[in-house]
């Protein structure tokens, strides 16, 4: 049997919170690789989706905040999945829970002095339930180590969130930030434009693609040629690192997307200002043998299906996809699970 190959760091996976806007207590927990694709499904804009919000009384909906920066399709489902069960997570027990003898303590009858059983756990399905579940898995010792980034939507999700933040004394991990987009730009600190802290004002904004490192990736594939500037960050660095061992075609195609559209600035420039030369003058890529350009999306492709509502794999896939095809996502394993209203 042969063993799947690893693959690179995506260049976007999050895990959402949806909120109705019609009743605002229905909420919904998910991750996806393309949040811009996914509210248009939940919304029944585009064919995929889940079936728990697909109730027409519901809709639409809206993303409150995204929880973004997985290295991992695995990842991003462990933290859905720890989010979406609070009550059955082993990263959200608590001191006393972990303890014996206080576990022992509180279970133990007053009349009798045996141990009673302990009621199972109610569902968790206020918005401030859910922030303070996001507050913890944060904290945890599992997650807190991993370059995550909560980009708040909602003003009023925000508030939410610092009223509870500050009634706890919850302070974050120093390599975790918070963005403030959507409605908190007025309170948003200022950012350059390609950062990745940078409000981008919606969600359909949101950069899913490699555009942030194509710059990175030519500079590490023709670094011999020019050694200068060699600053970096360990994200960018691991990125790239997993693109050039793991996805060389794909990587080779970024950079291929990158110069036709040098190529194409290069064109408008020299129309615009007469028959002088252009400075712009772009690395031309190495070609290699038997190799295909791959569309603006090949990233989903490289990520499999990542959507948690998804079931199956196709087995066969083509090699260049048929030009503007719909693409459907199935409901998943979740589909059974109950609504968080």
């Known amino acids: 049997m042969e063993t799947e190959s690893p693959k690179p760091i995506p260049a976007y996976y999050c895990c959402y919170l949806l909120r109705s806007t019609v009743r605002h207590a229905s909420l919904y927990i998910g991750s996806t690789p393309n949040p811009i694709r996914r509210l248009p499904q939940h919304n029944g804009v585009a064919k995929g989706g889940a079936k728990r919000t697909a109730r027409d009384k519901l809709r639409p909906w809206e993303m409150t905040l995204v929880v973004e920066g997985f290295t991992s399709r695995v990842g991003a489902l462990q933290f859905e999945w720890a989010w979406q069960h609070p009550e059955r997570s082993r990263h959200l027990e608590s001191e006393d829970d972990l303890d014996p003898k206080s576990r022992t303590k509180a279970n133990a009858s007053v009349k009798t002095g045996k141990p009673k059983t302990k009621p199972k756990a109610g569902t968790r399905r206020s918005l401030v339930a859910h922030l303070e579940d ?27 969130w610092r009223a509870w933040n500050d ?9 975790i930030r918070v963005i403030l987009d959507g409605d908190n730009l007025a309170t948003a600190p200022d950012a350059k434009k390609y950062d990745e802290l940078a409000p981008v004002g919606s969600i359909n904004n949101l950069s899913i693609d490699y555009t942030r490192i194509e710059d990175y990736l030519e500079k590490s594939i023709f670094m011999l040629e020019d050694p200068e500037d060699l600053q970096c960050t360990w994200v960018a660095m691991m990125r790239e690192l997993s693109l050039r061992n793991r996805a060389e075609k794909e990587a080779r195609a970024i950079l291929r997307k990158k110069e036709k559209r040098v190529r194409k600035e290069s064109a408008a420039m020299e129309t615009s200002s007469g028959p002088r030369s252009s400075s712009i003058e772009p690395r031309s890529v190495p070609e290699e043998s038997s190799q295909d350009d791959l569309g ?16 199956g794999r196709q087995k066969h896939r083509p090699t260049r996809p048929p030009p503007k095809l ?14 968080i209203e």
Do not use: K, M, Q
């Open 134 to 160: 996001l507050l913890s898995l944060l904290r945890s010792t599992y997650f807190s180590s991993w370059p995550l980034r909560v980009r708040f939507f909602c003003a009023d999700v925000y508030r939410a």
């Open 167 to 175: 009634r706890v004394d919850g302070h974050l991990p120093d390599n």
């Open 296 to 311: 603006p999306n090949w990233f989903e492709e490289v990520d499999i299906e990542s959507d948690s509502d998804f079931e």
């Open 326 to 339: 719909e693409i459907v996502i199935e409901d998943s394993d979740w589909d059974d699970a109950e609504l």
